[in-house]
């Protein structure tokens, strides 16, 4: 019956949610899954992390700006995941230390707090929802062969490492670092589950490191609708926040010994530049120079405009620009960040000469983008 109870929640929840979704993004329509994923972890650990289903119907009716509505859907999902990875932990402690009492706490094991079946299936549960969650939203870009794949090897790291919260917190990590495209990436979780079952083999411990755990759980789950960013380009969440002024659109994409003057606009500050085609390229690469100052642009001040996609990242060596300004494109685990970089111009500079660097191999570019301008 009570296990018929949540079966009943969730459905009410993901209909709710369903009335309620106004907003044309994936993670918007994504809401009633959302909501399903809510009752999973209120189903582990509390029952009033329900609360986060009118919350995330609140945030969708009454928050129309679309960055704040999506931060705060992964303000609730992520409290209520370190609530159930807590309660995980505390369940999977008392159930290792008596296994005698299982017949006194089972009961409750259907919330994964007491007793062998709910610790067994708290964390096999919790594992599930946190990988579908930053994952396999946008739904309709799912690839189901590898991801159900890259899913029964990270069960597998949990049952290897016991369990714990530390098992569903490595589990959740390598999912999130997979990009299982190609499938070649599916080495990664392979090789952890060999490391993990290998050292296991050897006598490491159970370890529980609830609260390192929780502390990486919420960090990737609270920017779930974006998670792709996080898999992909995590020091981009550690920055602060770009502050891009007015751009002024150039367009120039300048090829080995091509060369272009442009005129610099009033109030420009900065030039935002991007590689085409340079993915490959390794930090200090040169794109190119702008003149006067003899100014190098290098990957490390740019990347590749489209580096950071799904599709075309396990090929990439370009890390992240020291000055990002890329925008912000798709949602889920689809989200990436152009390339982009931002470089000062010296001051009173009123006409640039942008050169690309005599080695770029054919079809490679240096891209001038556009100005940045100061605010009048």
């Not at 994409?253 to 030039?271: D, F, S, Y």
């Not at 075309?312 to 912000?328: E, T, W, Y």
Request: net charge positive; proline share 7%; glycine share 10%.
């Amino acid at each position: 019956m009570r296990l018929l109870s949540w079966i009943v929640s969730a459905a009410l929840s993901a209909y709710a949610c369903h009335l309620a979704v106004q907003h044309a993004t994936p993670i918007d329509a994504a809401l009633p899954a959302i909501a399903v994923a809510v009752t999973v972890l209120a189903a582990v650990s509390y029952p009033s992390v329900m609360l986060a289903v009118p919350l995330l119907i609140l945030a969708e009716i009454a928050i129309p700006d679309e960055g704040l509505r999506l931060a705060l859907f992964g303000v609730v999902v992520g409290a209520g995941a370190v609530v159930a990875l807590v309660r995980v932990g505390g369940g999977s402690h008392r159930s290792h230390s008596s296994h005698t009492s299982h017949s006194s706490h089972g009961t409750n094991g259907t919330y994964g707090t007491n007793g062998t079946y709910g610790t067994h299936f708290a964390a096999l549960a919790l594992t599930i929802t946190l990988i579908t969650l930053l994952r396999w939203i946008p739904f309709a870009g799912m690839r189901r062969t590898p991801e159900v794949l890259l899913l029964a090897l990270c069960l597998g790291i949990v049952l290897v490492l016991g369990r714990t919260p530390f098992a569903v917190a490595v589990a959740v990590g390598t999912a999130l670092f997979t990009p299982a495209i190609p499938r070649s990436t599916l080495w990664l979780p392979v090789s952890v589950l060999f490391v993990v079952a290998l050292a296991r083999f050897f006598g490491m411990p159970r370890l529980r490191l609830t609260w390192p755990s929780a502390v990486t759980i919420a960090f990737v789950t609270l920017f779930f609708p974006w998670s792709g960013i996080v898999a992909r380009a995590f020091p981009y969440f550690l920055k602060p926040a770009p502050v891009v002024g007015e751009r002024h659109t150039v367009g120039y994409a300048l090829a080995a010994n091509r060369t272009a003057e442009i005129e610099v606009p009033e109030h420009a500050k900065a030039i935002i530049v991007s590689g085409a085609n340079v993915a490959g390229f390794k930090r200090g690469k040169l794109l190119g120079r702008i003149e006067p100052g003899g100014i190098d642009v290098r990957i490390g001040d740019a990347a590749d405009w489209g580096y950071l996609r799904r599709e075309a990242f396990h090929g990439s060596r370009n890390p992240l620009p020291r000055d990002p300004v890329g925008k912000i494109r798709g949602y889920g685990y689809g989200a990436w960040v152009d390339g982009a970089g931002r470089i000062a111009l010296p001051e009173n500079t009123r006409v640039i000469r942008v050169t690309g660097d005599p080695a770029l191999p054919p079809g490679s570019s240096l891209q001038v983008e556009a100005f940045e301008l100061t605010p009048r």
